[in-house]
């Protein structure tokens, strides 16, 4: 068996890591109004310093501040100057800053090749647990952001969290949906499978979601999922190497974003990307980049984000 197994050279920027959801698992929030936003002056001077490095996709990861709340606007103004900023300096932005208006996806839309955010689950029954405190999880207001993007034309990634207390079951509902939007709107370029991985700060005690279960769930969402969307894992949350061979040949294809912190999981450094090949090639598998955006959606983007992508395809030749 041999092939292509490809992942994004992406660097995170958090616009803001305060939240006023409260999920259990959390290891990455901060109370509402504790931490300071990242300035305009401070994402520059990171950036400039990335322009040299390979770094082709930044991932804007924020905290959520309350629709109804008067910091909305300027909240949603900041990650819209950064992805400004990021494509102006020659980055290809992807944001997911959890749900949005319409009217907000459709300003992204302007400035970002993609966007995200995880269904995580569709089964109600998390509210009463993980998410009792978390308004922005209700499934319906998650689904319906997938909805928009598919009306919006913005290629889109989602994914399932697995281990928060859902049965199998649950997790077959929640890909059949996913296969449903993407029959309608075509605009899911890719489907991330993550093992819930307890953390420093998680008041949840669950144990993490065990790896050797993964090649099997990935199995399963190959059948369910078109052909059209890519399978993708992260690899440092795997324990031991040997679980990565096992979920690519389980038909996962991609390896994600990879860059120096992963923000939602602090805990578990990115792999390193040469340990990575190598791993990859002793099964025949050779690891590429690839940009955030999938070629299939490249139509999509506006005349100046085409222009941008097409500088990297140059690049990457
Ligand atoms: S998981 Fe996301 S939505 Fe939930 S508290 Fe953390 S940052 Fe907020």
């Given at each position: 068996?041999?092939?292509?197994?490809?992942?994004?050279p992406?660097?995170?920027?958090?616009?803001?890591?305060?939240?006023?959801?409260?999920?259990?698992?959390?290891?990455?929030?901060?109370?509402?109004?504790?931490?300071?936003?990242?300035?305009?002056?401070?994402?520059?001077?990171?950036?400039e310093?990335?322009?040299?490095e390979?770094?082709?996709?930044?991932?804007?990861?924020?905290?959520?501040?309350?629709?109804?709340?008067?910091?909305r606007?300027?909240?949603?103004?900041?990650?819209?100057?950064?992805?400004?900023?990021?494509?102006?300096?020659?980055?290809?932005?992807?944001?997911?800053a959890?749900?949005?208006?319409?009217?907000?996806?459709?300003?992204?839309?302007?400035?970002?090749?993609?966007?995200?955010?995880?269904?995580?689950?569709?089964t109600?029954?998390?509210?009463?647990?993980?998410?009792?405190?978390?308004?922005?999880?209700?499934?319906?207001?998650?689904?319906?952001?997938?909805?928009?993007?598919?009306?919006?034309?913005?290629?889109?990634?989602?994914?399932?969290?697995?281990?928060?207390?859902?049965?199998?079951?649950?997790w077959?509902?929640?890909?059949?949906?996913?296969?449903?939007?993407?029959?309608?709107?075509?605009?899911?370029?890719?489907?991330?499978?993550?093992?819930?991985?307890?953390?420093?700060?998680?008041?949840?005690?669950?144990s993490?979601?065990h790896?050797y279960?993964?090649p099997?769930?990935?199995?399963?969402?190959?059948?369910?999922?078109?052909?059209?969307?890519?399978?993708?894992?992260?690899p440092?949350?795997?324990?031991?190497?040997?679980?990565?061979?096992?979920?690519?040949?389980?038909?996962?294809?991609d390896?994600?974003?990879?860059g120096?912190?992963?923000?939602?999981?602090?805990?578990?450094?990115?792999?390193?990307l040469s340990?990575?090949?190598?791993?990859?090639?002793t099964?025949?598998?050779?690891?590429?980049?690839?940009?955030?955006?999938?070629?299939?959606?490249?139509?999509?983007?506006?005349?100046?984000?085409?222009?941008?992508?097409?500088?990297?395809?140059?690049?990457?030749?």
């Amino acid at each position: 068996m041999s092939g292509i197994v490809t992942y994004s050279p992406a660097y995170t920027l958090v616009p803001t890591y305060e939240c006023f959801n409260r999920c259990t698992y959390c290891n990455f929030r901060t109370e509402p109004g504790q931490s300071s936003w990242l300035k305009l002056s401070e994402a520059q001077r990171q950036l400039e310093r990335l322009q040299s490095e390979g770094v082709c996709e930044i991932l804007l990861l924020s905290g959520e501040v309350h629709p109804r709340s008067p910091k909305r606007k300027s909240w949603f103004q900041r990650i819209y100057d950064i992805c400004e900023l990021a494509l102006e300096l020659g980055f290809l932005p992807h944001t997911n800053a959890g749900p949005l208006s319409f009217a907000e996806m459709a300003q992204l839309k302007q400035v970002n090749v993609s966007m995200g955010l995880m269904l995580e689950q569709l089964t109600p029954k998390l509210l009463q647990t993980v998410h009792r405190q978390a308004p922005s999880k209700v499934p319906a207001v998650r689904l319906q952001q997938l909805e928009w993007a598919g009306e919006l034309q913005i290629p889109f990634t989602t994914g399932l969290l697995l281990g928060l207390g859902e049965t199998e079951a649950d997790w077959w509902e929640t890909l059949e949906v996913i296969a449903q939007i993407q029959q309608r709107w075509s605009n899911i370029q890719e489907v991330i499978l993550q093992p819930h991985s307890p953390g420093h700060q998680q008041s949840f005690s669950a144990s993490a979601f065990h790896p050797y279960q993964l090649p099997e769930v990935i199995a399963t969402a190959r059948e369910i999922l078109p052909s059209t969307i890519a399978i993708q894992f992260p690899p440092n949350l795997l324990s031991d190497p040997k679980f990565i061979l096992e979920c690519i040949a389980a038909g996962a294809t991609d390896l994600g974003g990879i860059g120096p912190k992963d923000e939602v999981n602090p805990d578990y450094p990115h792999t390193d990307l040469s340990f990575l090949a190598e791993i990859l090639a002793t099964a025949g598998w050779v690891l590429v980049p690839r940009l955030p955006v999938y070629p299939p959606y490249q139509s999509w983007l506006s005349p100046r984000l085409q222009a941008a992508v097409g500088q990297w395809q140059k690049v990457e030749g």
